[in-house]
């Protein structure tokens, strides 16, 4: 029979001697709870490795590949940023496989049937939720999509020279990569029980309500008259996180980490779209065509990297401390929250700054620096859908009135 480790999800081809019985994941180690054998199934495991496991191990269904150095060096960020932001570490987590569905063929009505959820006939009860490393794809199709619809409108605006279609390629420009990444957290949501309907109600009234609220603080804090452009740091951060917990009030059901990630997500697609557009038209108003054009480029590619991810991470956090309860200010002073926001804070603030890496030269060190603070923000990313899984797993066990296992 094959099982999944509720604490690196990694897949374990365990043997019916097992049935019942308390195991050590020979992945990470930690113990777990081999499940009974199902009534009215055969009490065995199908291709089990007829190799004898150790006393208190179970026999993997394959052997984990030797690390190399890039994997080691990864999973020296990953422990590093888990340990800096009070989450478990990253563990059982592969690239490939998240994404191993991408370049797979998909049917027009597979896309329908992942978008149609959160409705009361496609939200499945949490005990019929199989937990595990999501594997998003459609976010790849959209991302393909908004890059042809923006370089077909840019080549018919030098083509046939009609303003007209300068606002179509501003939108499609400034919205349809952050749209795309907030795609991969919608299907990363494996509850499937946050709507796309809501989602799109966060994005747009959460992205303007956002955006308003970093206005005010701007003009009641004046930070930005005191440090410059690294205030957009503390203030767009906490105005953002506002729209996201001002919008979601009533929303209990909703009380997941990774309902709080979406929401998160879903708000800061909407601040980026927003501010990028607003960037591009500036430039482009004052006829500075090709300087318009390089902002929208930057401003485009470089936004799976910025606020949506950042907001994505705060409101998971928030999420995690505030649970079923209402939200409270005292919940933002919690050292689960309070880790968190400050490292996206400085995160964002670094981004702002005109820091760059010298020996890469000032263009290059510039976007390196800028793609390693977007690695460490997705790394965040990565934890908290993985403390997500795991508060499923914790939710099923209590349901089944079966005893979780807690990690050594």
């Not at 999800?9 to 930690?30: D, K, M, S, T, Y």
């Not at 794809?137 to 080549?155: D, E, N, Q, T």
């Not at 929208?296 to 990297?305: C, G, I, N, Q, Y």
Request: proline share 7%; net charge negative; glycine share 8%.
């Amino acid at each position: 029979m094959k099982i999944s480790c509720p604490h690196c999800q990694g897949n374990i081809e365990v043997g019916e001697e097992w049935f019942g019985l308390e195991a050590n994941c020979p992945h990470c180690g930690e113990t777990l709870l081999v499940p009974p054998a199902a009534p009215g199934h055969p009490s065995h495991s199908s291709g089990t490795n007829d190799e004898t496991a150790p006393a208190g191990f179970a026999v993997p269904a394959e052997e984990p590949p030797p690390d190399s150095s890039s994997r080691k060096a990864w999973k020296k960020v990953a422990d590093g940023v888990s340990q800096a932001s009070g989450l478990e570490k990253l563990e059982g987590f592969d690239v490939s496989a998240l994404f191993s569905k991408v370049f797979s063929k998909h049917s027009p009505e597979e896309i329908e049937e992942r978008l149609t959820v959160g409705t009361r006939e496609t939200t499945p009860r949490l005990q019929d939720i199989e937990v595990g490393w999501p594997t998003p794809w459609i976010f790849c199709r959209v991302f393909a999509m908004s890059l042809a619809g923006a370089i077909g409108l840019y080549w018919a605006i030098g083509q046939f020279q009609n303003p007209f279609l300068i606002p179509g390629w501003i939108f499609i420009g400034c919205f349809g990569i952050p749209f795309a990444t907030l795609l991969f957290f919608f299907e990363s949501n494996i509850l499937r029980n946050v709507s796309y309907y809501r989602v799109q109600t966060v994005l747009i009234l959460g992205g303007v309500l956002s955006l308003i609220f970093s206005l005010f603080l701007f003009d009641q804090s004046f930070l930005d008259e005191w440090i410059g452009a690294i205030a957009a740091g503390p203030i767009e951060e906490s105005g953002k996180l506002l729209a996201v917990v001002y919008f979601t009030r009533n929303w209990s059901k909703d009380h997941w980490t990774l309902n709080g990630l979406l929401f998160g997500a879903a708000v800061g697609t909407g601040f980026s779209a927003f501010e990028s557009a607003g960037y591009v038209f500036v430039v482009f108003a004052s006829g500075e065509e090709f300087d318009a054009e390089t902002m929208m480029v930057l401003r485009a590619f470089l936004s799976p990297f910025t606020h949506t991810v950042w907001t994505a991470a705060t409101a998971a956090a928030l999420w995690r401390v505030k649970g079923k309860s209402k939200f409270k200010i005292a919940m933002l002073v919690d050292p689960r929250f309070l880790r968190v926001f400050v490292i996206i804070v400085i995160l964002h603030s670094l981004w702002n700054s005109p820091l760059f890496i010298p020996p890469l030269g000032e263009m290059v060190g510039y976007f390196a620096l800028r793609l390693a603070f977007g690695i460490v923000g997705w790394i965040i990313v990565f934890l908290f859908i993985q403390a997500g899984l795991k508060e499923i797993q914790v939710a099923q066990a209590q349901l089944r009135n079966e005893p979780h296992v807690p990690p050594r």
